[in-house]
């Protein structure tokens, strides 16, 4: 039986089959609506760094073939066929995408879904509907991802720029298509039977299948593939496009027709318009204008000077910041490269989308998403800057004896306890976030340096050996078991490995592995005091432990 996904679930595939050879399918609807579904193998950091991995219709499979699209059959708009064991090291992450080829918004399509199936079972499927969308015209639907394990997360998350914002987001680089060639004549599906690790016919929604979309050009439709363990039929192989950037636009090719030559770029505001490339400029003299010297004869007004067009030597229009090229005809000062208005300016500010419970929006600014895992967050009062859902908001009180223990300790966190469905944003004071996930271990920060964690995890008030340490040091927090903690440093930290003769700042130590010592070092000497003078660094915290320890220090000290 399907294992039901809702958005930002996730599982472990060993979890929902034993298999390796996946079927992926999608089934998206709208009316009046055409869609391109494609499959983007990314790297560890989520970038698209190789672009044999962008598996759409002009590029029906990667180099080893673990990923291949194999068209519209049983039911689905689009499958692929996923080998996980055969994926390289080097992908470790599979998004499964749907764009809008042309007008439209993913509020206007139907109920869809993807889902994966095993041996000729269905294993997870992940059902949605427009009403989750509203002005998208690109959403990621669902993902493989490497952690330690292959994984699948429903995603659910939209761009309204299309295939363009989405392909930026993964890294890849968008350029103009010069002449695209005449279309050809699409080559309809064929009927034949649903691959033998896919599902039967009978798999496929009650509801009526859609009609099949016809085929991109240079896309062969595949009914089935052989057994695993044999190569699949693919169409002739398409020239080699991973030796050149990524083209997104245009999708498909115009219709038929002799496309005409790009106009001319118009001419920058008070110069004269350049001819087309082999041409020469018209020898008729130009019509007087701004910054032309006027038809006349005599010396032209002004102080003896003609009034020369901007260039070398000349002084910038009001407003133009000197060795800048004035701004086209029509456009604003300060306007943003690559288009005007709102929305291209904000884009590079946009939320960072991801399936995980923890997701850093930017150095200072953190994520988190309290419907994947179900556990509560503690977080320090007054750290949320937004929130979307249902969240609810209470105090967490540390009971009479936790007050008590932070009040002599100097280690007491005034926490709030985030709980419900929804997403929220945290942030303090512009400091530097780093999450740090815990897998049964333990570290040790200081109760200062702590913006928020999962409630899953255990943490204490642990004292430091020694005595004389300034400032309430010499306690720090321990926190130990399976979670997230979210540190806060000012600055960007160094962490360094733990050894015999490791000294740090006592207020510039942010945390520590829990399994090294830490004992107390003093500098101050009876003929040193003897002096005059201080130099600030009498008092130290000496690190001792076995390979593997580390300490983090901030360039900042408390």
């Known amino acids: 039986m399907a294992r039901e996904f809702q958005r930002g679930h996730k599982a472990k595939i060993s979890d929902l089959t034993a298999g390796t050879d996946l079927y992926v399918g999608v089934q998206i609807t709208g009316p009046g609506l055409g869609f391109d579904i494609s499959c983007f193998g990314l790297d560890a950091d989520e970038r698209l760094s190789d672009d044999r991995y962008f598996i759409f219709f002009n590029q029906p499979k990667s180099p080893e073939e673990a990923i291949q699209l194999l068209g519209t059959q049983a039911g689905d708009t689009e499958s692929f066929r996923v080998t996980l064991d055969r994926i390289p090291a080097q992908i470790q992450k599979l998004s499964f995408t749907a764009t809008i080829d042309g007008a439209g918004q993913m509020s206007q399509v139907g109920p869809g879904y993807i889902r994966v199936v095993a041996g000729g079972e269905e294993v997870a499927r992940y059902s949605f509907t427009g009403s989750e969308f509203s002005t998208e015209r690109a959403v990621m639907l669902g993902d493989f991802y490497l952690k330690d394990v292959w994984r699948f997360a429903a995603v659910g998350q939209g761009f309204d720029g299309g295939l363009e914002a989405l392909l930026k987001n993964f890294g890849g680089e968008v350029l103009e298509e010069e002449a695209p060639a005449a279309p050809q004549q699409p080559q309809q599906p064929q009927t034949g039977a649903a691959p033998g690790f896919a599902p039967p016919a009978f798999g496929a929604p009650a509801a009526p299948a859609p009609a099949p979309a016809p085929q991109h050009p240079g896309t062969v439709a595949q009914g089935f593939p052989p057994p695993p363990g044999a190569t699949p039929p693919h169409p002739a192989p398409a020239p080699s496009v991973h030796g050149a950037p990524t083209l997104i636009a245009p999708l498909a090719p115009p219709g038929g027709g002799t496309v005409p030559p790009p106009s001319p770029a118009p001419a920058p505001y008070g110069q004269p318009p350049q001819p087309p490339y082999g041409q020469q400029a018209p020898s008729a003299p130009m019509p007087p204008g701004y910054a032309q010297p006027h038809a006349q004869q005599g010396p032209p007004p002004g102080y003896g000077q003609p009034p020369a067009p901007p260039g070398y030597g000349q002084q910038p229009s009001f407003g133009q910041v ?29 939320e960072t989308p991801t399936g995980q419970r923890w997701t850093q929006q930017n150095k200072k600014l953190i994520r988190v998403d309290l419907g994947i895992g179900g556990q509560p967050v503690l977080a320090r009062q007054g750290s949320m800057v937004l929130y979307q859902g249902k969240v609810d908001f209470s105090y967490k009180g540390a009971g009479f004896a936790g007050r008590i223990v932070g ?20 942030a303090e004071n512009a400091t530097h976030l780093h999450p740090v996930e815990l897998q049964g271990d333990a570290i040790c920060v200081s109760a200062e340096n702590v913006l928020a964690f999962d409630e899953s995890l255990q943490y204490e008030v642990r004292r430091v050996e020694g005595h004389g340490i300034p400032g309430g040091a010499l306690f720090t927090m321990q926190f130990q078991g399976t979670g997230t903690i979210v540190v806060k440093t000012h600055g960007t930290p160094v962490v360094l490995p733990v050894t015999p003769t490791t000294f740090a700042d006592c207020n510039a130590v942010v945390a520590w592995s829990a399994a090294s010592q830490v004992i107390v070092s003093s500098q101050v000497r009876m003929r040193r005091n003897a002096y005059p003078g201080d130099t600030g660094e009498s008092v130290n915290l000496q690190f001792r432990g076995a390979p593997g320890n580390f300490i983090v220090v901030q360039p900042y000290e408390v």
């Open 322 to 350: 000197p060795g800048q090229q004035a701004a086209p005809y029509g456009m604003p000062q300060g306007a943003p490269q690559g288009g005007a208005g709102v929305s291209s300016a904000l884009q590079q500010f946009k």
């Open 407 to 426: 009040n002599a300790t100097g280690q007491e966190m005034q926490l709030m306890r985030c709980t419900g469905q929804g997403q929220v944003f945290l």
